[in-house]
């Protein structure tokens, strides 16, 4: 196959498009909750208690939770704060033009957002995973915090008590781009007021909540993995007998 | 016309030949089967690029009952629900999370789209190799280019539907492309919009040409595709026309009958297609972010434009294309008009008519090039629309005495294959965002690609020739 070879290497002729990723705050890799049920729920627990304050999850039913392993009674004593029947879905109390007057933009629905801030080289996990732990103190914004992952956030650190405050350290460098200048590099956190958790208790509680809202991004996925297991199965035995059905009516052909 | 006959059965003859004889009478049920597929006979030398037909037809199938079933829950409405998100955006994660089993209509439709495109390239790609779109066969090839062209607008008028970001900022901009034609552009825009910007009225009207008029074009054109192939008959891997020599009972001698032979064959394609297209289904229904966009899981918002506007991947090549035409390439193109011309007025065979013609047209062009006159957006769209409709003059252009690239001076291969690199590229460079080195690469291969068909008169007809056998090449399984 001499033209296959001479092909590969017209091919290595093109160069190699590798364009560097644009700059972005490093993501850490989220921990994988989606086979820990107990993570899951406690991350539910976490996200109905802090994130629905101002966030809607308007795609989610509080009754689906049951697919998380919580009884109807459970959700109906411990999930619902302000009068919604379980069946509705979560939304916010805080209306959208008060939201927009109080923090300059309207709170994003978060139904699906582990799906919408993937990258080719991240999971959307990745992003929220690091963007809540990356708060820090910032005494030039409103709120008091600014954010590594989403510089100039208009949102609140909402998990402050239990992280605590910490502030980022900033280093002067010499601009890799333009010689002479100096740029800020990034050089680390500092926790300047304890919370009520350790690094890991609040590392592995943030892990909970983009747990639940990867799976609450997609609650079919593991029944679709489930079934795509079974799936594939038949149809590798199908294709097997088509082929050698086909094969068998072929032999005859001269 | 004859008198009306009945068919007479013996008494004891089965019930169902009995029905299927007054079906018979009444309807050319029997014949429409033997004359399209059970004695219509193909050649024996199909090979694995011959499949992408049926696997086309049963895609088409596939979308349609989806889409059927997708249309029950879906709502073509833009404006916001209670909490804020468009209607429609939530309507499809309705039926992701609440309608047993949506998740995976919605999936087989996305995936199938991409699987079309897929599918579609490669048909096209035999095509090109074996010289398919030959004489007698042209006007498949045209009907097939038609069938193109809509499954594209099919394809971007049903993007729009979930209207997510990337849903309402490639259709912002891909509409907006028509305002870039002189006089009518901005009129133009409005009207197919039905608004200043995209937005409800656009969305109501594309679900519109997206569910019905668009798949009635398509079923049409499918039709009209496949009773021109019947009519003249298969082309074959050897560019042989096989009824040339017909065998005693009349049919060639080198054809079989489709059934059971290719029904067989292709139940086998369509069976791995069908694992392929399962293993994506079911665990990588995004592929990537190419099949379904990351974007577009955010709710399309016209105060947030998205850094990075891509349209999805299968129009990719033709966007680059668009993307290349800056105003310095214009100078390129036009020295590459005036020397086309010039090409043509020396060696061309047409009437002086035509090269008069083709000089009238080349003058407007460079005159409309240069700085001042129409600027980069316009011809960038005239190449972006130039780029897909030089496929249709594929059967004019090609001169080769062969019809197959296994008789063709190996060197041929060559150039086929940089096409392909060609369009790879160009695919793989719009989905990335423009950069210099992007540019330039983009701008060589629309070179190649243009210069690929406009230059095939004279170089299909150029080198050594290899023998076409008489007989198809078969090997007994």
């Excluded at chain 1, 406690?42 to 689906?64: P, Q, T």
């Excluded at chain 2, 030949?17 to 597929?37: E, S």
């Excluded at chain 2, 004695?39 to 889409?67: C, R």
Aim: hydrophobic share 50%; net charge neutral; glycine share 6%.
């Amino acid at each position: 196959m001499i033209f296959s070879k001479k092909l590969l290497a017209l091919l290595a002729l093109v160069p190699a498009l590798a364009f560097a990723n644009e700059g972005g705050f490093p993501l850490e890799k989220a921990p994988d909750r989606s086979h820990n049920m107990a993570a899951l729920q406690n991350g539910a627990k976490l996200f109905v208690n802090y994130c629905l304050n101002c966030h809607n999850a308007s795609a989610m039913r509080y009754n689906r939770l049951r697919d998380l392993g919580l009884s109807e009674e459970q959700i109906k004593n411990n999930l619902l704060f302000t009068g919604e029947k379980v069946g509705e879905m979560m939304t916010t109390a805080m209306p959208a033009k008060d939201a927009k007057a109080w923090f300059g933009t309207v709170p994003p629905d978060l139904s699906v957002i582990a799906r919408a801030k993937a990258t080719p080289s991240n999971s959307g996990s990745d992003y929220l995973y690091t963007y809540l732990r990356t708060f820090y103190k910032d005494d030039n914004r409103p709120t008091g915090f600014n954010n590594m992952v989403l510089p100039n956030a208009a949102m609140p650190h909402v998990l402050w008590e239990l992280q605590g405050v910490q502030s980022a350290k900033f280093e002067e460098v010499d601009d890799p781009h333009e010689h002479g200048k100096k740029m800020h590099k990034f050089a680390g956190f500092e926790q300047v007021k304890p919370g009520t958790m350790s690094k890991l208790e609040f590392d592995t509680a943030v892990a909970d909540i983009v747990g639940y809202m990867e799976w609450m991004a997609e609650p079919a996925a593991q029944k679709r993995k489930q079934l795509g297991v079974w799936v594939l199965i038949f149809m590798t035995i199908f294709a097997t007998l088509a082929w050698r059905l086909n094969a068998s009516y072929w032999k005859e052909v001269k | 016309m004859a008198a009306f006959k009945e068919t007479k059965f013996p008494a004891d003859a089965p019930a169902a030949k009995k029905l299927m004889g007054w079906v018979d009478d009444r309807f050319p049920a029997t014949k429409l089967w033997n004359d399209q597929w059970g004695k219509y006979y193909a050649p024996k030398n199909f090979n694995f690029w011959y499949i992408f037909g049926s696997l086309a037809m049963l895609v088409l199938v596939l979308q349609i009952v989806t889409g059927i079933f997708l249309t029950m829950h879906y709502k073509p409405d833009a404006t916001m629900t209670a909490s804020g998100v468009p209607v429609a955006f939530a309507s499809v994660e309705y039926i992701m999370r609440e309608v047993p089993w949506g998740w995976l209509v919605r999936y087989m439709h996305s995936t199938g789209a991409s699987a079309f495109f897929i599918i579609v390239y490669l048909h096209m790609t035999r095509g090109l190799m074996y010289g398919s779109y030959r004489k007698p066969r042209e006007l498949i090839w045209l009907f097939g280019f038609a069938i193109f062209l809509c499954l594209m607008a099919e394809a971007f008028f049903g993007y729009l539907l979930p209207w997510g970001q990337m849903s309402y900022w490639g259709a912002q901009v891909i509409v907006n492309l028509f305002g870039a034609i002189p006089l009518i552009g901005p009129d133009l825009s409005l009207w197919i919009r039905g608004d200043y910007v995209v937005s409800d009225a656009t969305l109501n009207r594309f679900f519109a040409f997206h569910v019905i008029a668009i798949p009635l074009v398509l079923l049409g054109l499918v039709a009209a595709h496949l009773i021109a192939l019947h009519e003249v008959g298969s082309s074959n891997p050897d560019g042989i026309e096989v009824k040339e020599n017909l065998g005693p009972d009349g049919h060639p001698v080198d054809s079989i009958p489709s059934h059971p032979y290719y029904t067989v064959h292709d139940l086998f394609g369509v069976s791995v297609f069908l694992t392929i297209f399962s293993a994506v289904v079911f665990f990588a229904p995004e592929m990537g972010g190419y099949f379904l966009e990351y974007n577009n899981f955010l709710p399309g918002d016209s105060m947030k434009t998205p850094p990075h506007i891509a349209p999805t991947w299968y129009f990719t090549a033709f966007y680059s294309v668009l993307r290349a035409t800056t105003s310095d390439f214009l100078w390129v193109l036009m020295v590459g008009i005036a020397a086309y011309t010039a090409f043509l007025w020396m060696k061309s065979k047409l009437s002086s008519m035509v090269k008069i013609a083709v000089s009238v047209i080349a003058l407007v062009m460079i005159v409309g090039m240069l700085p001042g006159a129409l600027d980069a957006k316009f011809w960038g769209v005239v190449f972006f629309g130039g780029s897909v409709v030089i496929l249709a003059f594929l059967p004019w252009l090609d001169h080769s005495p062969v019809k197959s690239i296994r008789y063709r001076p190996d060197w041929h291969k060559y150039v086929y294959a940089g096409l392909a690199i060609a369009f790879v590229a160009l695919g793989y460079l719009g989905t990335q965002p423009p950069s210099p080195i992007g540019t330039i690469i983009a701008q060589i291969a629309t070179l190649y690609y243009f210069s690929f068909f406009l230059l095939m008169p004279w170089w299909s007809a150029m080198g050594t020739f290899k023998k076409v056998p008489d007989r198809v090449v078969f090997h007994a399984h």
